[in-house]
Every structure is written in structure tokens, then in C-alpha cells.
């Protein structure tokens, strides 16, 4: 109940191109969905995140998709550029209780330039 | 402002030796936690703190502990080092209410054990 799965495990796009990286998770007492970045040999940071409210987010080039009946989101990244090229991570937390966020395998993006 | 800050950037150890990671922030957020991260595996919670004086397992807690005596600090001992405890291990924080799920997190410590 506490898993959350993430797909797929690697992705390369073109640049100009469209990533997408799923997301599912069980457990309906989430109520927070980050998306984290990651570069080798730093710690992850914060990209975007969304709460089970709204059905979408977009900041700049980074969009979130939320389904919450289907207990699903998804990360859109438009016009994908080789700076991009990192490991992502979903995420969930529960705000009221925020202290156990349970994070996805990630997926390692790579942008072709 | 350094945000969190983790040390030693490298370590290796020999089986059966004992260390600490240092993590302190100065972000004067409540909650602490450590993470191991091991290739293909993401991100799993070892141990956690809503404050100082209070600490609580997470997903992976054998072999290692913390303390939490003071808000900024959350050391991780690991004792008696084992091959399974080579990762990297990243130190995090958060703040209150709405913004406990917005994760700063360290640049990483990589253990090896050999």
C-alpha cells in the first residue's frame, strides 16, 4: 500500500521532443505528489508537485497530470532539451503526516541532442 | 545560506568498522530524515525526526541509528559496517504545515564497505 511505481526506467527523446514518465501509487491517504530531478553526484531537487485538488499543473516547460481515480500522474516535459538529461523521481506524502515520503525507481532521462 | 549539509562526501569502510554522516541544515526546518539510494532502487527512508528528541524508523532501519538533540543536526551511526550498507545516503529536510512535503535534500554521502 505504501509503493509507488514509476515507468519507465530509462528514456531517450530527441531534442524538441516530449518526455513522459509515469507514475501509479496504492495508497489514497496521499495527498502530496512531487517530482524531484536529480543530476549525477547531486542530491535530488524539488521540480514540480501537485495535490490531489486539481488535475493539472504546468510550470514553464514541466507539466504534471493527476488521475486521481485511477490513482495516476505523469510528468510532461515540452520541447525536452540536452540540459535535461537527469534522473526523475515521483513521489508521494501524506501533508498531515508528511514526514514518510515514498519515492519511485526513477527514470534516467537522456536527451539527444 | 548552505541549506543541508552532509559529511564525509566519500568514506570507505572495512567490515565490521563503525562511522558517522554528519547532516545539519540551517533552514530551522522541524523534520530530518535519512535516505539510502542503491542503483535502480530510488530513494528509501532509513530514519526520520519531527523534531529534536524525536526520532522514528523508517523503511530500512537495521544496522544504522540516529539522534536528533538539537534542531539543526541529525547525525547517522552506522555500527558494525556490512557490504549491504554501500550506498549513497542523503540527508533531508522540511518545514511545517503545508511545506512538510517539500524535500531540501544534501549533495550525498557514498559509502563504500569493503
Redesign the interface.
Known amino acids: 500500500q ?1 509503493q509507488v511505481k ?1 515507468s519507465p ?1 530509462s528514456l531517450i527523446v530527441q531534442k524538441g521532443g516530449i518526455s513522459i514518465i509515469n507514475c501509479a501509487y496504492e495508497n489514497t491517504a496521499f495527498d ?1 505528489f ?1 517530482w ?1 530531478q536529480q543530476f549525477p ?6 521540480l514540480i ?1 501537485i495535490r490531489p485538488d486539481v488535475s493539472e499543473k504546468k510550470e514553464g516547460r514541466f507539466t504534471i497530470s493527476f488521475n486521481k481515480s485511477a490513482k495516476q500522474f505523469s510528468l510532461h516535459i515540452m520541447d525536452s532539451q540536452p540540459g535535461d538529461s537527469a534522473t526523475y ?1 515521483c513521489a508521494a ?1 501524506r ?1 498531515t503526516g ?9 527514470t534516467r532521462l537522456f536527451v539527444k541532442a | 545560506n548552505a541549506g ?1 549539509t552532509q559529511t564525509p562526501k566519500f568514506r570507505i569502510l572495512k567490515i565490521g568498522q563503525s562511522m558517522t554522516l554528519q547532516c545539519t541544515q540551517d533552514m530551522n526546518h522541524n ?1 530530518m ?1 535519512w ?1 539510502r539510494q542503491d542503483p ?6 532509513i530514519y ?1 525526526s ?1 523534531g529534536a528528541g524525536i526520532t522514528d524508523k ?2 530500512v532501519p537495521n544496522g544504522y541509528n540516529v539522534s536528533r538533540s538539537t534542531t539543526e543536526d541529525f547525525p547517522l551511526r552506522l555500527e558494525l559496517a556490512a557490504p549491504s550498507q554501500t550506498s549513497v545516503y ?1 540527508c ?1 529536510s ?1 518545514g511545517r ?2 511545506r ?9 554521502s557514498r559509502l563504500t564497505v569493503l
Open positions: 505504501q514509476q526506467q502530496y512531487p524531484y553526484g547531486k542530491g535530488p531537487a524539488l508537485a523521481f506524502s501533508n508528511g514526514f514518510k515520503t515514498i519515492f519511485g525507481a526513477g | 543541508v523534520y530524515y535516505y535502480g532502487m530510488g530513494l528509501k527512508l526520520y519531527v523508517g523503511e542523503f533531508a522540511s504545515g503545508q512538510t512535503g517539500e524535500l531540501f535534500f544534501g549533495e550525498g
